[in-house]
Nanobody
Framework: QVQLVESGGGSVQSGGSLSLSCAVS????????MGWFRQAPGKAREGVAA???????DYALSVKSRFTISRDNAKNTVDLQMNSLQPEDAAIYYC??????????????????WGQGTQVTVSS
């Protein structure tokens, strides 16, 4: 059974940084594409970042140059480093996993497994 457990969410002031981590079990993060989505109250779910099997990355335009996705194959984890956070980044962040080796943040259907989410709050 695939399990994705997020950690690292919390509150930060505008301009601050947070690092999220996703612990993966029942699934080899190194063999497939993984990513992060987010959803703010009253807004549609949005793909944030993804990392493919070969290490290629894909980012939403709104976070490019501020967020960095990485994977630790030995620990079977996927991390999201978030810098220069803005109030519009506040949302529940979900770790996601695909059955494909490559995926895109623009295609929700690329992802087959979802974590429970972790809250990120950014105050101005």
């Amino acid at each position: 059974q695939v399990q994705l457990v997020e950690s690292g969410g919390g509150s930060v002031q505008s301009g601050g940084s947070l690092s999220l981590s996703c612990a993966v079990s029942g699934y080899s993060a190194s063999r497939y594409c993984m990513g992060w989505f987010r959803q703010a109250p009253g807004k549609a779910r949005e793909g944030v970042a993804a990392i493919g099997k070969q290490g290629g990355t894909d980012y939403a335009l709104s976070v490019k140059s501020r967020f960095t996705i990485s994977r630790d194959n030995a620990k079977n984890t996927v991390d999201l480093q978030m810098n220069s956070l803005q109030p519009e980044d506040a949302a529940i962040y979900y770790c996601v996993a695909s059955k494909y080796s490559e995926c895109s943040v623009t295609r929700t259907t690329d992802f087959h497994y979802w974590g429970q989410g972790t809250q990120v709050t950014v105050s101005s």
